[in-house]
Structures are given as C-alpha cells and as structure tokens.
C-alpha cells in the first residue's frame, strides 16, 4: 500500500461530457484490473475510493445499482426482521452519505456513515441529493470539510486512488473538490463548445487558488492532468477531429501548457444504450476493456512520478 495515495478530481464546467461514466469506469478498472508491485517481488491489489461530489448523485445510482448495495441500513428485531413504524414503514438505523459530513452534531459518527464498501478493494462516499442545499447552508468552514476529513482519517494512506466526481459548476462543491486534490482531470467531448468549458474551468481553478494563495495553496496547487477526449467517434462525426485540432492551438491550451491525453474514451452505442447501472466490465466487451486499460495506464504514468512506485496491469 502506498503511503502517499493520490486524489483526483474529475471536472469540466461544461455538462454532458462523460465525466460521472469515466470517474465509474476508471475506479472499476483500477480496483479490479490493476495491482501495485512490491520490492520482494509481490503485489497489492489496488484500493479506490470514489467519492460523489455531486448533488445529482448520479455516480452513486449507477454504483448502488450495479453492486446491489444499499446506502441505507435499517434496524432489525431479534428474528432478524426488520423493524418497521406504526405506519408499516422500515426504520432506518443510518444512511452512509457524504452529507453526514455537514451535519451539525458530528458526535458519533463513525466512518461506516461516510463510507461504503462496494467491494474489498472499491469503496465510495455516496452522494446525496440533499447536499442541494449545502449551498444555503455552508459557513466559511464548508468548503474545507472534505478535505478536513481525508486528512483526519488518513485516508491516503488507505487508499492509492481517491476519485471525486464533481459537478459543472462553480460552487462550494468545486472549492471543495479542489481543496481536497492532488491532481485534476478535464474530460470534454469535441465540439464546438470544447474550449468553453475547459476555458472556464482554468479561469476558475486560478479564482480558488488565489483565494487560497497563502493558505492551502501557498506551496501546492492541484496538477492539471490534461483534457480526455470523450464520446470520440471520428468514423461517423469527422468534424469532431476539426475541435480536436482547435483545442490544441488554443490560447488556453498553450498559455497554460495544458496536455491532452493520448488516450481517449470512444463513444460506443453498447455503452450509450445499456441500462443505467451497466458498466463496461459487465459487457466483457474487448474493445471498451483496451479503451479503459489504455486511459488507466496514462492516467498512472502521469502520476506515478510521485507516487514513486510501480503499477502494472494484472497478468
């Protein structure tokens, strides 16, 4: 396990760009499909940990559907039933969500309320769609909270990934995500409205870091890894390679020597037309597996510099 694990934000300020799918698929994979490799000789499985930053929750749907899994645990009797109101409703003893982290009263709580276990090597914070109204209610500590919590639980060293799915805006959830970051990943889809977004999103991530210039930020900024093609299909929408071109020769491109990945995520009609909670593992599609081995690999190699250590596919 490495001792220093690494928190990406996955954010565009443009929607629809693939970003929720990607931060799934690339969690799924890197959990699944990829191990770290020690000095003796051995290896570890990979560890992630997803967290949804996002007030739609949609990270968690697709997830909790997929695996089966609930956020809610509801108390039981005796008998192993459970327990239900005088209305015949099921009482529930908690809900794990990343909005108990805003609670007022934070006594007792305990990391089975922030975090679920999807399996022995994913783990997510799942959203919730009350967090909403986390933009009425936050203080000047708010956008810290997260981050606060990552620390305290020493959670970088439980986890070699830590993915947050965020939403396109520029909100105390953006703040917080990157407070929280070590990294930041532009997923986009060639367009016509590409540079926007990823223009957008630099204006914006230079705001918060001058806000935090001589604080959290006054030694370290979250790297951007680059933009990640998304929804590619220069079969059928040849023009997409055009945007592709003007985005590179872009002001914002080149002023903030900012990288396009190698790799990108190709549109699939398998994908686009599967059930919500289908994930590309789940197709056993050989295409879509090499599509998202090649973008996990690059996205390790441009943060295994500081990790200092070796990750490799699994045999």
């Given at each position: 396990m ?6 990406i ?7 629809g ?8 698929e690339?969690?799924?994979f ?11 000789g051995?290896?570890d ?11 739609q929750s ?12 609930e956020s ?5 009797d005796?008998?192993?039933e459970?327990k ?5 409703k099921?009482i529930?003893?908690?809900k794990?969500?990343?909005d ?7 006594s007792?709580?305990?990391?089975k309320h922030?975090i679920?276990e999807?399996?022995?090597?994913l783990?997510?914070?799942p959203?919730?769609?009350e967090?909403v109204f986390l933009q009425?209610q ?9 981050r ?11 986890y ?10 520029y909100?105390?959830y953006?703040e ?8 930041y990943?532009?997923p986009?889809v060639?367009?016509a ?5 990823v223009?957008?999103l630099?204006?914006v991530?230079k705001?918060?870091?001058?806000g935090?210039r001589?604080?959290?930020f006054?030694?370290?900024r ?9 929804r ?9 390679q055009?945007?592709?071109?003007a985005l ?9 020597g ?8 190709e ?12 994930t ?10 090499e599509?998202?081995?090649?973008i996990c690999k ?6 295994e510099?500081d990790?200092?250590?070796v ?5």
């Amino acid at each position: 396990m490495s001792m220093r694990g690494t928190v990406i934000s996955l954010i565009n300020m443009k929607g629809g760009v693939g970003k929720t799918t990607l931060c799934r698929e690339i969690g799924l994979f890197l959990s699944e499909k990829f191990c770290r490799l020690n000095d003796d000789g051995t290896s570890d499985e990979l560890k992630v940990l997803l967290i949804d930053i996002d007030p739609q929750s949609n990270l968690t749907q697709s997830l909790l559907e997929n695996l089966g899994k609930e956020s809610v645990v509801y108390k039981y009797d005796e008998n192993g039933e459970i327990k239900k109101d005088s209305k015949g409703k099921p009482i529930v003893e908690y809900k794990c969500s990343i909005d108990n982290l805003f609670k007022g009263d934070m006594s007792g709580l305990q990391e089975k309320h922030i975090i679920l276990e999807l399996s022995d090597n994913l783990h997510l914070i799942p959203g919730e769609l009350e967090t909403v109204f986390l933009q009425r209610q936050q203080n000047s500590q708010t956008p810290f909270v997260l981050r606060n919590y990552i620390i305290e639980k020493k959670l970088k060293e439980k986890y070699d990934f830590i993915l947050l799915d965020c939403p396109p805006t520029y909100s105390v959830y953006t703040e917080m995500s990157f407070y929280a970051s070590d990294y930041y990943l532009v997923p986009a889809v060639p367009d016509a409205y590409s540079s926007l977004g990823v223009d957008l999103l630099e204006r914006v991530v230079k705001d918060i870091v001058h806000g935090q210039r001589f604080g959290i930020f006054e030694h370290a900024r979250p790297k951007n890894i680059g933009v990640i093609w998304s929804r590619v299909d220069l079969k059928y929408k040849p023009r997409q390679q055009v945007h592709m071109d003007a985005l590179l020769i872009s002001e914002t491109i080149t002023q903030n020597g900012i990288k396009t990945l190698d790799s990108s995520f190709e549109e699939s009609n398998k994908l686009s037309t599967s059930p919500f909670e289908k994930t590309i593992i789940d197709r056993n599609d050989s295409k879509l597996n090499e599509i998202l081995t090649n973008i996990c690999k690059e996205l390790i190699s441009e943060t295994e510099v500081d990790v200092n250590e070796v990750i490799v596919e699994k045999e």
